[in-house]
């Protein structure tokens, strides 16, 4: 019992200070002009993965824990895509990539290149080259999310003539200065990471306690304590009525996510990070591929209404989230 309480209250902080991020978030790209997309791509994606960071170098530097650390990460991939159809419900009768920016394709497009690598690097285990303790790949995975957020920040930057307009009209935060929310953006980071530092032993626990595995808990319970700031930030910026900075976070978030892998990579001292972790992630990896392939489909498709509470992109999203967990469940 106690190991669960203890879960709940690291869950507990973590959406009490997510849960602030999406508003401060906003008023930073209200303050600074750069734009919805590019903030949620870069800044709150950043925050909101700090749990995953934290959590997962906490895991292979403290703990010892290299599939929770894997499972951690992978696992938070296919749960963000999975909140795009979660909030897809919220968005009344138009499904929620109506009137989104389009530039949405290109963070999930190397969504799905990054993952694609992540999937054959565990496949493959230390058949790829190393520099020291380092797989190659890490140092490659890093440059493709700097490629990434630079792309993101170009193609939102032609666009600034129409952010510019749409500021000027939505401007909504005239009496926040923006030393305060940078500061109060600042409070909730520092109790994320407060909170999700102490997850990856309690993930431990969990499996030792349940005998689900380290790759089923890292996958599922770690995954989805450290994806709750995705999920609030998403949700309530949804009821901002910015789904662009909905959208951009998720993405962003799994970008970052593949950029968090690479950093536990230079901090497992043992070897190579993917080649320490069971082979049973590639269907973690693979399911957060298809998953974000269904994403792109509807952000290019834009269907105009849906058939039921969910537009078909949305419910093809969560029938591969739960195959996948099903699969590792099985594979425990």
């Given at each position: 019992?106690?190991?669960?309480?203890?879960?709940?209250?690291?869950?507990?902080?973590?959406?009490?200070?997510?849960?602030?991020?999406?508003?401060?978030?906003?008023?930073?790209?209200?303050?600074?002009?750069?734009?919805?997309?590019?903030?949620?791509a870069?800044?709150?994606?950043?925050?909101t993965?700090?749990?995953?960071?934290?959590?997962?170098?906490?895991?292979?530097?403290?703990?010892?824990?290299?599939?929770?650390?894997?499972?951690?990460?992978?696992?938070?991939?296919?749960?963000?895509?999975?909140?795009?159809?979660?909030?897809d419900?919220?968005?009344?009768?138009?499904?929620?990539?109506?009137?989104?920016?389009?530039?949405?394709?290109?963070?999930?497009?190397?969504?799905?290149?990054?993952?694609?690598?992540?999937?054959?690097?565990?496949?493959?285990?230390?058949?790829?080259?190393?520099?020291?303790?380092?797989?190659?790949?890490?140092f490659?995975?890093?440059?493709?999310?700097?490629?990434?957020?630079?792309v993101?920040?170009?193609?939102?930057?032609?666009?600034?003539?129409?952010?510019?307009?749409?500021?000027?009209?939505?401007?909504?935060?005239?009496?926040?200065?923006?030393?305060?929310?940078?500061?109060?953006?600042?409070?909730?980071?520092?109790?994320?990471?407060?909170?999700?530092?102490?997850?990856?032993?309690?993930?431990?626990?969990?499996?030792?306690?349940?005998?689900?595995?380290?790759?089923?808990?890292?996958?599922?319970?770690?995954?989805l304590?450290t994806?709750?700031?995705?999920?609030?930030?998403?949700?309530?910026?949804?009821?901002?009525?910015?789904?662009?900075?909905?959208?951009?976070?998720?993405?962003?978030?799994?970008?970052?996510?593949?950029?968090?892998?690479?950093?536990?990579?230079?901090?497992?001292?043992?070897?190579?990070?993917?080649?320490?972790?069971?082979?049973?992630?590639?269907?973690?990896?693979?399911?957060?591929?298809?998953?974000?392939?269904?994403?792109?489909?509807?952000?290019?498709?834009?269907?105009?209404?849906?058939?039921?509470?969910?537009?078909?992109?949305?419910?093809?999203?969560?029938?591969?989230?739960?195959?996948?967990?099903?699969?590792?469940?099985?594979?425990?």
């Open positions: 019992m106690a190991v669960w309480l203890q879960f709940i209250a690291c869950t507990a902080a973590i959406v009490y200070a997510g849960s602030r991020l999406s508003k401060y978030g906003d008023i930073i790209a209200e303050k600074t002009g750069l734009g919805r997309l590019w903030i949620g870069l800044l709150l994606a950043a925050v993965s700090l749990p995953e960071l934290i959590s997962g170098v906490a895991s292979v530097t403290i703990f010892d824990l290299p599939d929770i650390a894997v499972g951690g990460v992978l696992g938070s991939c296919m749960f963000n895509i999975l909140v795009l159809s979660l909030v419900a919220m968005t009344g009768r138009k499904p929620i990539y109506t009137g989104v920016n389009e530039g949405h394709v290109i963070s999930a497009g190397f969504g799905v290149l990054l993952l694609g690598l992540i999937a054959v690097n565990v496949y493959v285990g230390r058949a790829f080259p190393a520099v020291g303790w380092i797989c190659v790949f890490s490659l995975y890093f440059a493709l999310y700097v490629v990434a957020m630079r993101v920040f170009l193609y939102n930057k032609r666009r600034i003539a129409a952010v510019v307009r749409e500021m000027a009209e939505e401007l909504r935060y005239e009496d926040v200065t923006a030393a305060r929310a940078y500061a109060l953006y600042g409070v909730s980071a520092v109790v994320i990471i407060a909170a999700a530092a102490y997850l990856p032993h309690v993930g431990e626990e969990i499996a030792a306690m349940t005998g689900f595995g380290q790759t089923f808990v890292g996958s599922f319970f770690i995954a304590s994806s709750l700031p995705e999920l609030v930030v998403t949700v309530a910026a949804v009821r901002l009525g910015a789904v662009d900075l909905a959208l951009g976070n998720l993405f962003g978030s799994n970008l970052f996510n593949i950029a968090v892998l690479a950093i536990e990579d230079f901090l497992y001292a043992k070897g190579p990070l993917l080649a320490a972790a069971s082979p049973n992630h590639v269907v973690t990896a693979g399911a957060a591929i298809a998953m974000t392939a269904a994403a792109i489909v509807g952000l290019t498709y834009r269907t105009i209404k849906r058939p039921f509470f969910l537009a078909w992109d949305s419910m093809g999203i969560l029938a591969l989230y739960f195959i996948g967990q099903v699969i590792l469940y099985v594979l425990k």
